[in-house]
Nanobody
């Protein structure tokens, strides 16, 4: 069983930055591809970014390309989402997710474990 715990959310002004962290339990973290999703009020949860097991491959939704960076530290069982140039439309609950396979995925159903979410609010 893998447990994921997000942290780092908060309130920030437009143009600011936040770094989200997702700490994972379990000794097989390095075998998992990881992803970040977000859900804004009244909207469905959407894919944001994903990273392969080694960190060698990453993928982003178009709306965050050039502003967000996903990374991981397998020695610390942690995946990060660095968010720069934040916009009010980035306001959402951000979820960390993990999947058994090493390759990245962009669909919710392809992920096996989920964190509880962390709120990110960007004021204009």
């Amino acid at each position: 069983q893998v447990q994921l715990v997000e942290s780092g959310g908060g309130l920030v002004q437009a143009g600011g930055s936040l770094r989200l962290s997702c700490a994972a339990s379990g000794r097989t973290f390095s075998s998992y591809a990881m992803g970040w999703f977000r859900q804004a009020p009244g909207k469905e949860r959407e894919f944001v970014a994903a990273i392969s097991w080694s960190g060698g491959r990453t993928y982003y939704v178009d709306s965050v390309k050039g502003r967000f960076t996903i990374s991981r530290d397998n020695a610390k069982n942690t995946v990060y989402l660095q968010m720069n140039s934040l916009k009010p439309e980035d306001t959402a609950v951000y979820y960390c997710a993990g999947r058994f396979f090493r390759t990245i995925a962009t669909i919710e159903a392809d992920y096996d474990y989920w964190g509880q979410g962390t709120q990110v609010t960007v004021s204009s």
